[in-house]
């Protein structure tokens, strides 16, 4: 017995290297070029007698780290106000592909036709807050959130990531 132990150590005992599997990719969130964001100051003034109907808000050089995810997005109007979560505007439901120049996410909105900028009380003198949400997942459907989540249209996956854009707008008289 003793006789075949040279040839064991010999022939030898391999032992097996460790496995090394792939070490999954960090995953990071979307960014926008704060350089470009729009409306400029991001608390505009508004005139209903003197300013434009409309008002664009936009981001530009929308991207994110990743480059295998994409961009989802939601635009909210003062948001949890009188209990109204909606969102004013969804974006597409597939996201938005991801590209190395970035994209430009942007809404326009009628702050005197638009019935998410109340008349009466609210305004004038009341700031007005539009946000943007942009995430590297797809939003949660109202079904699959938790009941009496505190940010309902606004939850996303655990493992997602997001930006937050906030504009105000203040009203300098009625729009009457």
Request: charged letters at 25%.
């Amino acid at each position: 017995m003793l006789r075949f132990l040279p040839i064991a150590l010999l022939c030898g005992c391999v032992l097996p290297l460790p496995i090394q599997g792939e070490v999954p990719e960090e995953t990071l969130p979307p960014f926008f070029d704060p350089g470009c964001q729009l409306p400029k100051p991001a608390a505009p003034e508004y005139e209903p007698l003197t300013d434009p109907e409309t008002i664009e808000y936009s981001v530009c050089g929308v991207r994110d780290p990743n480059a295998e995810d994409r961009l989802y997005y939601r635009w909210f109007i003062n948001y949890g106000k009188r209990g109204d979560f909606r969102p004013f505007e969804t974006g597409v439901e597939r996201g938005l592909v991801n590209t190395e120049e970035g994209s430009t996410i942007s809404t326009r909105v009628s702050p005197c036709g638009d019935a998410v900028f109340p008349d009466g009380e609210d305004q004038p003198d009341k700031l007005h807050r539009v946000e943007l949400i942009i995430a590297d997942r797809p939003f949660l459907a109202r079904s699959e959130e938790p009941e009496d989540h505190p940010t309902p249209n606004q939850v996303l996956p655990e493992d997602a990531h997001h930006v937050r854009v906030t504009w105000y707008l203040q009203f300098q008289n009625s729009c009457d």
